[in-house]
């Protein structure tokens, strides 16, 4: 498995590397004024350079087309076909991508995996396709690339811890 694979393997199901993109600007932007769409691109592309990524992306997506084909075994395709909403194995593979980057990923995912934003909606309404997994994959993906962003911002306001401590 390349990087290479990886994208062929998003846009056989639908998913650009921009639309990915979009959703890191729209996480980031409020934060950082100057972000410009190719660097979310590039922050993306950053992440699916990760074997461990690459994998992730190969697993779930496969569980997928599987699922499309009605290749698994019961009660693993029904499940799939019905999209369970406490199945949540699908939410713990796209976690295994935000967890390489901290809280700002996972609370991220958290609020992607809620609003459904861009690429994620579509995905979510499936049409003729299953994406049980796809959807939170490509959540992880923009919630990894966005922490990845603000965590090489180094216009950055510091914390420091002490500047509050009288509000606690």
């Known amino acids: 498995m390349t990087y290479d694979d990886c994208v062929e393997l998003l846009q056989r199901r639908g998913v650009t590397l921009t639309s990915i993109s979009e959703i890191v600007y729209q996480l980031q932007h409020p934060y ?7 660097d979310c ?29 009605q290749l698994l075994p019961e009660p693993l395709q029904s499940i799939m076909e019905a999209d369970e909403s406490l199945y949540g194995v699908d939410e713990t593979l796209a976690l295994g991508i935000t967890n390489m980057f901290g809280t700002i ?10 609003a459904k934003v861009g690429i994620i909606q579509q995905l979510n309404n499936k049409g003729d396709h299953v994406h049980v997994f796809l959807d939170d994959l490509v ?16 216009n950055a ?12």
Do not use: C, P, W
């Not at 590039?42 to 087309?65: C, H, P, W």
């Not at 990923?105 to 809620?114: E, I, N, R, V």
């Not at 306001?157 to 606690?168: A, G, T």
């Open 41 to 69: 691109l590039d922050s993306v592309k950053a992440i699916l350079r990760k074997r461990e990524v690459q994998y992730t992306l190969l697993t779930g997506i496969t569980l997928d087309i599987l699922a499309e084909q």
């Open 105 to 114: 990923a996972l609370t991220s995912f958290g609020y992607l995996d809620k």
């Open 139 to 154: 959540a992880g993906l923009a919630a990894a690339a966005s922490a990845r962003i603000a965590h090489h911002d180094v």
């Open 157 to 168: 306001r510091q914390y420091d811890v002490s500047e509050n401590i009288d509000e606690v």
């Open 32 to 38: 950082n004024a100057v972000l410009k769409q190719e």
